[in-house]
């Protein structure tokens, strides 16, 4: 069954500094792997989706990598700012789960001003 | 605007007395997905929809139903809530690749209920 782990839980970071999430499963069959950003008591907000066939993927700031092989993913932001304070949730497709989209618990990051 | 909505956004109800959460897509997406968010244990899906008249269990199912009589909308209902069916929702609504799996998803705003 495919599992999905966020580590850290909780990040504070002060402004600026550039991070790196990370995001671990144990199925390497997957279709493809989303990076969301929720907000406190709001919806899902899609950052980045990356295909099985892709290594990463970029938006801005924002840099999504993938390695099938080690079961990892990696949501990198740089500069970071106040305003991207929020859950970050990794989430996989697998292959062979029926369409099912599997979630990672996600990292709380704080940036700090 | 391209949206999924939810309605209500918040919900306080009673143990036993029928619910209907509705979801609505206008994108003409195929897939459609219900989610409920707890804390410690993240979003876990209930149900979900390949296409109208299409659906199957999630992985966490039990005292929920769904319906998809129509693409855009995709209602939950709780026939006979249960405190530990207090919650935070989220309807999604992806397109259908040739594949078959899901891409991009797109979520609603929410809703929370509480069962008393």
């Known amino acids: 069954k495919q599992e999905v782990t966020q580590i850290p839980a909780a990040l504070s970071v002060p402004e600026g500094e550039n991070l790196v999430l990370n995001c671990s499963f144990t199925?390497?069959?997957?279709?493809?792997l989303q990076w969301f950003r929720q907000d406190p008591g709001k919806g899902l907000t899609s950052l980045l989706l990356?295909?099985?066939?892709?290594r990463e993927q970029t938006s801005g700031r924002l840099n999504a990598s993938l390695d099938k092989s080690s079961g990892r993913s990696t949501l990198y932001i740089a500069a970071s700012q106040p305003g991207d304070s929020a859950t970050y949730l990794c989430?996989?497709?697998?292959?062979?789960?029926?369409?099912?989209?599997?979630f990672g618990k996600g990292t709380r990051l704080h940036i700090l001003p | 605007e391209a949206q999924v909505t939810q309605n209500p956004r918040y919900l306080i109800t009673v143990t036993g007395k029928k619910l209907t959460v509705t979801c609505s897509q206008n994108?003409?997406?195929?897939?459609m997905s219900w989610y409920r968010q707890d804390p410690g244990l993240g979003l876990r899906q209930i149900y979900y929809?390949?296409?109208?008249?299409?659906?199957d269990k999630g992985d966490v199912p039990e005292g929920y139903k769904v319906s998809r009589k129509e693409k855009r909308n995709f209602p939950l209902i709780l026939e006979s809530p249960s405190p530990n069916q207090t919650s935070l929702y989220f309807c999604?609504?992806?397109?259908?690749?040739?594949?078959?799996?899901?891409?991009?998803?797109?979520f609603g705003p929410g809703t929370r209920l509480t069962v008393l």
């Open positions: 929809s390949m296409n109208v008249e299409v659906t």
């Open positions: 990356i295909q099985s066939s892709q």
């Open positions: 994108m003409n997406h195929e897939y």
């Open positions: 989430a996989v497709v697998t292959l062979n789960r029926d369409d099912k989209i599997i």
């Open positions: 199925d390497s069959a997957i279709y493809n």
């Open positions: 999604a609504s992806s397109p259908l690749p040739l594949a078959g799996l899901t891409d991009t998803q797109y």
